[in-house]
């Protein structure tokens, strides 16, 4: 297959848990398999944002009137996963590793970091939003290609982890809830699978270098595609 006839541009998205206690409290970031010590029962309600106005996405699913389970443990959980607390002053330990790897990313540092909101909806996140923290931008990776360029890099809270679902009920667990993940994101400078192999490869090998957690499920990567021309919807 010739990508470069087919116009394919890609880039990836990379979600990396960081090795330090959760972002927004003191709690510790491990995961629990034993029973939990306590489950509450949640349902979502859409209201409106700073703008006055209701997300349309957050309306359809509170439609779907869907009940939300959350197990907690009294070690790792506590009132801000539960968001029956503000959040606490942001992880220092987790902050300092972010800069460590925009700057090893070659970014450049905002001088001012603002905790924003983003919108969730499928009751992952106790709260309806998840806090998340632009770091860096503009940075690149030298690649056997050339450089590949780093859009954005954010510091962000992971969300609570699935254990049930179905159309009417969903149970999470709240020990995933609040770990940190730095997501780093690529601009859309990748031509070939092997150069997004390469790249994802890259980047991996730098994260190593820092304080993050390993194993399966403490990386998650997401990659964006498109190609030449339009499909025609009939």
Known sequence: MDYFKLGLKAGLEIHQQIDSGKLFCRCGSYLRAEAPDFVVKRKLHAVPGESGEVDIAALHEAKLERDFYYEGYDENSCLVELDEEPPHMINEEALDEALKIALLLNCEIYQI??????????????????????????????????????????????????????????????????????????????????????????????????????????????LNISIKGMIEWK
Do not use: W
């Not at 179905?166 to 730095?182: A, T």
């Open 113 to 222: 970091a603002q905790i924003m909101r983003k919108t969730v909806i499928d009751g992952s996140n106790t709260s309806g939003f998840q806090r998340t923290v632009l770091i860096a931008h503009d940075g690149f990776i030298e690649m056997s290609f050339g450089k590949v360029g780093i859009a954005t890099i954010c510091l962000e809270e992971d969300a609570a982890r699935i254990i049930e679902k179905d159309d009417k009920k969903v149970v999470f667990r709240l020990d995933r809830l609040g770990i940190p993940l730095i997501e780093i994101a690529t601009k859309t400078e990748l031509y070939t699978p092997e150069q997004i192999k390469e790249c994802a490869l890259k980047i991996g090998e730098i994260l190593r270098a820092c304080k993050v957690r390993r194993g399966i499920g403490t990386i998650r990567q997401d």
